[in-house]
């Protein structure tokens, strides 16, 4: 029989969720936007484009741009993350005068 007691979920810090939010909502984002943007151009197609020596696998062209989607998401959710944590509170102006 085990003794110890459960304590509850650990909280994580605000800069933890920050964090996997920003990482997570990236993540959809990404999904959602290299369905859409390859619904609309073949990846194979693409690698033709910058050289034409290039050949590139589709399932290469897809992972590429998924990952390039996620970085992408993930800069512009951690700069508005950044943003908002950092902007003055909405009574800043109250409270200096």
Not at 26 to 52: K, R
Not at 54 to 80: E, K, P, R
Request: net charge negative.
């Amino acid at each position: 029989m085990i003794d110890e007691e459960y304590r509850g979920a650990q909280q994580w810090s605000r800069d933890k969720q920050a964090i996997f939010t920003v990482a997570w909502i990236s993540f959809l984002v990404a999904a959602v936007g290299t369905m859409v943007f390859f619904a609309l151009f073949d990846p194979v197609d693409l690698g033709g484009i910058f050289d034409e020596d290039l050949t590139i696998g589709a399932n290469a062209g897809y992972a590429a741009g998924f990952f390039f989607f996620w970085v992408l998401c993930a800069l512009c959710s951690g700069v508005t993350a950044y943003l908002v944590r950092t902007a003055p509170g909405r009574d800043a102006k109250h409270r200096d005068q």
